[in-house]
């Protein structure tokens, strides 16, 4: 399981998403609410030994991506209560609960029989086997394709294997004509992603890095990584490495923008300040793995086929 570095994780998740985006990512996914439930065969157990139930109609969510991909799959009618930063989608029924720092008490009254994590903290699977609460825990995946697998098993839980299909599907096509629509340079263009402005970045070893990848871009990370997928860099590395595309995910926890960037000592010599290619992107949608996700890979490549047009 990848641990995203603490703090971008926490304030991450706190964000708001952007709602018009969000429709469009999904509109290639969207199942007909009044598709019919299909008879759940789960292809494993819950993840704290009790049974996952037959057809569960409490589903707790702690998780903002496992929110996303319960709402994909048609299960959203069945979700009761979701934490603090499940922000998409609107009509969630959100709530102070926090998969950070989980009551049990709080969870319970909301009498949930299937409550989804994305980690066990302070032995929460533990505490809620102890109330017979079955529970799936759906972590940050070590891939991007790591993304299909979770919302398939989501569907598959809460008798929605055929919605779950349908959305993914719809996903793989939308990243596979995302893939295409970029020339792939050679030598590639080089990117710099960007956690918090204390330049934490992401490798091509995470799921966030994968896009990079896919659409033919060297991370200049890669190089500094040392045996971690979420390194720290220094200003200095960056202005050295002079990435042609800058990525900025700390737009709203941090306030950055392509003004605050150009104004860093020695930033103004880089290709993608001086070519003015640097994204901003919403922080949620570049740190979330459900099916928002999609739209952070449509952004990359956007700002990709500017550079290789100009």
């Known amino acids: 399981m990848i641990t995203i570095h603490a703090r971008h994780k926490r304030r991450a998740q706190a964000l708001l998403a952007a709602a018009v985006a969000l429709l469009t990512i999904l509109a290639g996914v969207h199942v007909a609410a009044g598709a019919p439930r299909t008879p759940r065969r789960p292809a494993r157990a819950s993840s704290n030994g009790v049974p996952l139930p037959a057809d569960p109609t409490r589903i707790?969510?702690?998780?903002?991506?496992?929110?996303?991909?319960?709402?994909?799959?048609?299960?959203?009618?069945?979700?009761?209560?979701?934490?603090?930063?499940?922000?998409?989608?609107?009509?969630?029924?959100?709530?102070?609960?926090?998969?950070?720092?989980?009551?049990?008490?709080?969870?319970?009254?909301?009498?949930?029989?299937?409550?989804?994590?994305?980690?066990?903290?302070?032995?929460?699977?533990?505490?809620?086997?102890?109330?017979?609460?079955?529970?799936?825990?759906?972590?940050?995946?070590?891939?991007?394709?790591?993304?299909?697998?979770?919302?398939?098993?989501?569907?598959?839980?809460?008798?929605?294997?055929?919605?779950?299909?349908?959305?993914?599907?719809?996903?793989?096509?939308?990243?596979?004509?995302?893939?295409?629509?970029?020339?792939?340079?050679?030598?590639?263009?080089?990117?710099?992603?960007?956690?918090?402005?204390?330049?934490?970045?992401?490798?091509?070893?995470?799921?966030?890095?994968?896009?990079?990848?896919m659409l033919g871009l060297k991370n200049i990370a890669d190089a500094a990584a040392k045996g971690t997928t979420y390194p720290q860099l220094s200003s200095e590395y960056i202005v050295a490495s002079n990435p042609d595309l800058i990525v900025l995910s700390d737009t709203l926890c941090c306030g950055q923008s392509y003004k605050t960037v150009a104004a860093r000592p020695g930033w103004s010599t880089i290709a993608a300040v001086k070519n003015h290619d640097v994204l901003t992107v919403n922080d949620t949608i570049a740190s979330q793995w459900g099916p928002l996700f999609v739209d952070f890979f449509k952004q990359v490549a956007g700002a990709v086929r500017k550079i290789e047009h100009r």
């Open 60 to 213: 707790v969510s702690l998780s903002g991506s496992s929110t996303q991909d319960l709402f994909a799959d048609g299960a959203g009618k069945q979700v009761v209560a979701v934490d603090e930063y499940s922000t998409y989608p609107k009509n969630a029924p959100r709530t102070k609960l926090s998969g950070f720092d989980p009551n049990v008490e709080a969870i319970a009254k909301y009498k949930p029989d299937l409550v989804v994590i994305s980690d066990n903290v302070d032995n929460l699977e533990q505490h809620l086997a102890a109330l017979h609460i079955a529970v799936l825990v759906e972590p940050a995946p070590p891939t991007f394709n790591g993304i299909y697998p979770q919302l398939l098993a989501l569907g598959q839980a809460t008798g929605h294997a055929a919605q779950a299909a349908a959305a993914v599907t719809g996903m793989k096509r939308e990243v596979a004509s995302l893939v295409a629509s970029v020339k792939q340079e050679k030598p590639p263009l080089t990117v710099y992603d960007e956690l918090d402005q204390t330049y934490y970045s992401v490798s091509s070893e995470t799921f966030i890095g994968q896009v990079f990848t």
